[in-house]
Structures are given as C-alpha cells and as structure tokens.
C-alpha cells in the first residue's frame, strides 16, 4: 500500500503522529474485524474457532480474531450484531460523558447512513428518548431504514433531508451527532481506491461542506445541547480546525457561548487527546483512523413552538381488533397512512407527528402491515421487532433451510399448518412466510435477499 506522500507530509506536526509507525502499519496489511451486539435480541455471539477481545471504550464492542462470512451468519440477518468499525464506536463515551442518557432525549444523527452509528446511539439511550437518523442521498437512505428495521427498533424516525431542511427545528435537539463526509484517508486499509481518490483540493472541498453542515443544522440544536463531530480523515483542516472554526464563526459573536468538552480516556487506550478532540491513530489502537470532539452550545433553552399541519391517523376499533392478533399489549399507539399501519411508542407521538410534517420522512415505528379486506399482512419490520405476539405461530428452521430462505428461495415440503408462520433460527425471528395448501410463499424481502450461493 503506498500512501499519498502529500497526505503523509502534511500531517508532520499533528499530535501523535508517528511517521515510520504509520507507514509500516498501512503497508503491512492488517486488518481489525469489530462488532457491536444488540443488547435488545438477547445473543451471545457463537465463539466457536473465534477469539473475541473487548472493545475497551464499548460495552457491547468485541474483536474478532478473523473475519467471518457474514453473509451467511442468519444471526447476522436477525439484527443480533452489527459489524462495526472499533473506533467509531467511541461515540459512546462521548454520550455518556456529556449527558445523561436515562433521560428522555431527542437526538439527530445527521449523516447516518449506513447506520453502524445510528444502531449504536438507539442501544445507548432510553426507552422513551427520540432518534431521528437522516441521510442526504434517498437511496443510503433506504439502506439506513432497512439497518433501522433490522435492529429492532421503534423509537427511531429515518429521514431524508438536507442539514438546511432542519432549520426549521429551532432548538429541538439535545444532541446532535455529525459524522462528517469527509477525505476518508483513515479509512484506506480498509478501502484501498481511496487511496487513489485522495488530493488536497479535495480536502479542501471537504473542509467548505463540512463548514456548510455544521452552520445549517446548528440553529436546531438546542442551547445548553451538545454536538458531537467526528471524521474518518487524518487532515488537521477537517479535524481540529473544524472545531475552531465552529466556536469561532457560529458563536454568533459571543465566544464563550460554545464550549469544548474534554472527555475522560483511560491512558491504555492510546487515543491522543489533540487540541479539542480525539484523535485515533491505528498505528497506536485496535482501530481505523477516527477524529471525534464535543462541543456545548450554551445559552437560554427555548424550543419555538410549530404548528400541525396534519395528524396521524388512528386506527378504528375493528381495525385495532385485527390488529391486537399480532402485537403484544404495550403503552404502544397505533396509526395508520392509506392502509399501512405503524406502531408509534406512546410518549413519542407528538414528536413523530412534529417530524412527519416537517420532514421527508421515510421510515418511523415499526411497521406492522397492510390491511387488506379485513386482514392484515404482516410486515417485515414487525418480525424484526419485539412487538410479535406470542399467539402468532413460528417456524424454526435449520441452518440449511434457514440459508435458503434468506435468499428467497423455495422451502420445499415443510411439514406445517396453513397460514403465517415467524420464520425463526435458534429463536432468532428473521421474517413471514405464508403457507398454502400446495405451497409456501417466501416473504423475505427481495432487496434484502442473499445472491451469491455458499
């Protein structure tokens, strides 16, 4: 691997750079496998021929000792892991070191896709808090909401807006994470092509986008809020500077309204406390190249208040009837747009009504199905969930047919009653399947069919 010599020159003088070790590191190949367990589907990740090692700034952060095929691990598929980055799930010391997560918080993950972040800050933070996970481009966006559906979640509202469109959302946030694009240079073991990709005037570019982010979703924090940024690039331009430029140009002439957080690190974990933030240097940790800093907007909190153009739509009292078939008994709401019903977590309404109106909103709740004549097709997000009620009826299949069905394929001749069955392995759900007399039809969804055979 041979690094930009630009790249590579322009970070002597950056604190804790370590040329000869950063070189030998890129060019000896190796590489870090990391995971991050969903706390919520109650796994313990199979340990047969892997050695697993702790993240130490992760609670549910582990080492592999080699790499997996994914592909082919259902638990994969049932959203009991996401493979993660080690480094970047450093942004859980900086949630809980800079607020208090038992409390109700509405939180913005700005650029989100494809949702190793977004999953990560769902784990962490409380029941009745608020998640809006947003991507730019419609169709990361689509990933992000599979991702979403995937973990099990229902306090998570995915959009697909630019960081202008939240404006709107005057002091609306408590958090608001920005994990900026970015050069990329700390991500080239594992992206090689970016290597090529990289120059200075695209960190320049960078720099300008970054800039235009932070100013745009800035008002929608709220005073006394935090915002954390972080990039995968080494260049000071979009690490350090970036975070004295935002106290300096959006302290809207009062300096000590923005302050820097410093956060605690263990000395073990090598990470190199760098101006106001926190530099990862792979030479030195079990990770990729990260940057990540906190920053408190202080001041008077006041949320502007915003009208309601539109409301979500109760179900009736048959269509709830249908509906309790399915679902367990919770403080849950349930509403519906055209025929589609979504399950909304009680408390959370009023905010997810907010965001419906002032957002392009691609996925909120959990969706629960289509009502057709009188019945309900069941979604694949309700499978996912923890919502399927016990009454409803399961199939566990072996790793065989369980592989199978994950690539949409027929079943063949499964001895089963008539009707919807929750496709499960080891207890794990991962989708519907409708049995018929002469047949059963596969309900895994086709964007998320497995291609490739074993």
Known sequence: MKLPELLVNSLDGVKGFDKEAFINLHESGERVTSIRINPSKNFDFPISGFELSQVPWSNHGYYLSQRPSFTFDPFF??????????????????????????????????????????????????????????????????????????????????????????????????IIVVDAPCSGSGLFRRDKEAIGEWNKNNVQLCCGRQRRILSDVWPALKNNGILVYS??????????????????????????????????????????????????????????????ACVKKQGEDHEKEIRLKRKLEPLTRKEMEIVNHWVKKTDHEYVKMANTVYSVPGPLVKNFTLLINELNVVYFGILIGELVRDKLIPAHALAMSALVSDNVESMELNKEETISYLQKKDLGKINASAGWKLITYKNHSLGWVNVLPNRINNYYPKELRILKDI
């Open 231 to 292: 990039t995968c690039s080494y260049s000071k331009e979009e690490d350090e500077d970036i975070i004295d430029w935002i106290k300096t140009e959006l302290s809207e002439g009062v300096p000590q309204s923005i302050a820097s957080f410093q956060l605690s690190i263990d000395p073990q974990w090598k990470i190199i406390e760098s101006g106001d933030g926190y530099r990862f240097w792979p030479d030195k940790v079990k990770g990729e190249g990260f940057f990540l």
């Open 77 to 174: 598929h049932s959203g009991c892991y996401y493979v993660q980055e080690a480094s970047s799930m450093f942004i859980e010391q900086a949630l809980k070191q800079t607020v208090n997560l038992s409390q109700p918080l509405k939180i913005l993950d700005l650029a989100a896709a494809p949702g190793g972040k977004s999953t990560h800050i769902q784990s962490l933070m409380s029941a009745d808090s608020l998640l809006v996970s947003n991507d730019v481009i419609r169709s990361r966006s689509h990933i992000l909401k599979d991702n979403i559906i995937k973990w099990g979640t229902d306090n998570v509202v995915v959009t697909n807006n630019d960081p202008q469109d939240f404006s709107a959302l005057v002091n609306y946030f408590d």
